[in-house]
């Protein structure tokens, strides 16, 4: 197949571009670039040292013979150059990772709020829009988050996108199928419940063919292709900001600073491996919706952790103390979190899971490149409200 992976330059984009390349598709990079224009902006740097993306790619085609091919475009903002790169292009299949994905960055400030409001539902819906008026069939494949679900949670299930409801009318009880309400606990996941709501309007209206990824948090570096070259690495984002619970806890263990811990540690997140990540997305392009259905949508998670538990277990493997500091986030203490990963698992996925892999990310990755860590950019000090502003705290 012909692939287009909107975002391909970043952590999740990046391995999967090189994934979806060495089964023999021909891959495009279409991204503008922005994380790495946010690091800039930040001060911060990957963890691991990244190539430009066409230093990059030049390696991937020295290793494996394959070339994939980078296009700088930004979706926002550029709809009519969008509109020709897919009319010239015309791909099978589209993978969209292109959105401001950080719910602290997404909270920084008013103009944080604003540009990633802008950034992601227009990238969104430009690039379905765009599908209509080219009329490129191609299958969508977005990643979306279980992130949106944030107050929803109950303790029940959180079924795969949608929800069976009964409402009482004057002649008896009805039933519909509705969308899983979303809750969302930060501006970027307010964005992504969003994008739910352009998806299903595009899949009924204009028969789009669209599958939405609800992911878990991301954790891990490497994948069986990024191994393959030291230049092919992927990005790790370790900073208050960007860098994902567990991987801020492996690198707080490797420079011996307490593993930061917010409130109790009582919320409970999804994870998956980076390498799962891409396996996923390799299973759900050869599982495609038909013209006319409704949109898929898969939970792409393979378990569950309350953050304290995670602090601990990366603690009894490293010795690292473990400091509980105020929450810069507006959520609830504790929560619960049951999430059905039944579609992947029926598909073949077989799981890596945080006991087994984790070792190898401590040692092989955190550990080896600890040098280049900024400690000053460690803690997460983005608040969600003036209030909670007052009361974070800059140094453990
Ligand atoms: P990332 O920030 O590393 O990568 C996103 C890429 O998109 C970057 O290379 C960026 O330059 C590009 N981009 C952003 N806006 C763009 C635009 N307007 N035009 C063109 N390119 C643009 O993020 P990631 O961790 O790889 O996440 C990818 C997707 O997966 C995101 O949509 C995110 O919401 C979702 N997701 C990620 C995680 C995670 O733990 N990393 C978890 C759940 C969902």
């Given at each position: 197949m012909r692939i287009a992976v909107l975002g391909g330059d970043g952590f999740c984009g990046w391995p999967t571009s090189l994934h979806l390349s060495n089964l023999g598709h021909e891959v495009h990079i279409v991204d503008?670039?922005?994380?790495?224009?946010?690091?800039?902006?930040?001060?911060?740097q990957s963890l691991t040292p990244m190539d430009s993306i066409q230093e990059r790619c030049r390696i991937w085609k020295q290793v494996s013979g394959n070339e994939i091919?980078?296009?700088?475009?930004?979706?926002?903002?550029?709809?009519?150059?969008?509109?020709?790169?897919?009319?010239?292009?015309?791909?099978?299949?589209?993978?969209?990772?292109?959105?401001?994905?950080?719910?602290?960055?997404?909270?920084k400030s008013d103009r944080h709020k604003v540009y990633t409001v802008d950034n992601n539902v227009s990238a969104t819906h430009?690039?379905?829009?765009?599908?209509?008026?080219?009329?490129?069939?191609?299958?969508l494949v977005h990643l979306g988050t279980m992130g949106v679900y944030g107050y929803s949670t109950i303790g029940a299930p959180i079924p795969e996108g949608y929800l069976d409801v009964s409402v009482e009318t004057d002649s008896g009880a009805k039933g519909m199928e509705?969308?899983?309400?979303?809750?969302?606990?930060?501006?970027?996941?307010?964005?992504?419940?969003l994008d739910q709501i352009l998806f299903q309007f595009y899949a009924q209206n204009d028969a789009l063919r669209?599958?939405?990824?609800h992911q878990g948090i991301v954790w891990g570096t490497h994948t069986d292709q990024t191994k393959r070259h030291e230049q092919l690495i992927n990005r790790f984002d370790y900073d208050g900001d960007y860098g994902t619970v567990l991987n801020r806890f492996l690198i707080q263990a490797a420079i011996d600073y307490p593993?930061?811990?917010?409130?109790?540690?009582?919320?409970?997140?999804?994870?998956?491996?980076?390498?799962?990540?891409?396996?996923?997305?390799?299973?759900?392009?050869?599982?495609?919706?038909?013209?006319?259905?409704?949109?898929?949508?898969?939970?792409?998670?393979?378990?569950t952790h309350r953050v304290r538990d995670l602090a601990e277990m990366v603690a009894r493997m490293t010795g690292a103390e473990i400091a509980f500091l105020p929450n810069p986030r507006k959520e609830a203490a504790e929560n619960e979190l049951i999430v059905k990963n039944d579609h992947f698992i029926d598909l073949g996925l077989?799981?890596?899971?945080?006991e087994s892999g984790l070792l190898e990310e401590v040692v092989h990755v955190a550990k080896k490149y600890a040098h280049r860590v900024d400690r000053k950019h460690v803690p997460c000090v983005s608040a969600w409200t003036k209030d909670i502003a007052k009361r974070v705290v800059h140094d453990p």
């Open positions: 503008n670039l922005s994380r790495r224009w946010i690091d800039t902006e930040l001060g911060v091919r980078f296009h700088l475009l930004d979706l926002a903002k550029e709809y009519q150059r969008l509109r020709l790169w897919l009319d010239e292009y015309r791909p099978d299949a589209i993978i969209h990772f292109a959105e401001q994905r950080a719910a602290p960055y997404s909270m430009n690039l379905l829009t765009a599908l209509v008026e080219t009329g490129i069939d191609a299958h509705i969308l899983y309400p979303t809750r969302p606990g930060s501006v970027y996941h307010m964005t992504k419940s669209i599958t939405d990824l593993l930061t811990v917010h409130g109790t540690g009582g919320q409970t997140r999804a994870f998956i491996h980076i390498q799962d990540t891409v396996r996923c997305i390799e299973l759900a392009l050869g599982d495609a919706p038909e013209k006319g259905e409704r949109v898929k949508i898969f939970n792409q998670m393979t378990e077989n799981p890596i899971k945080l």
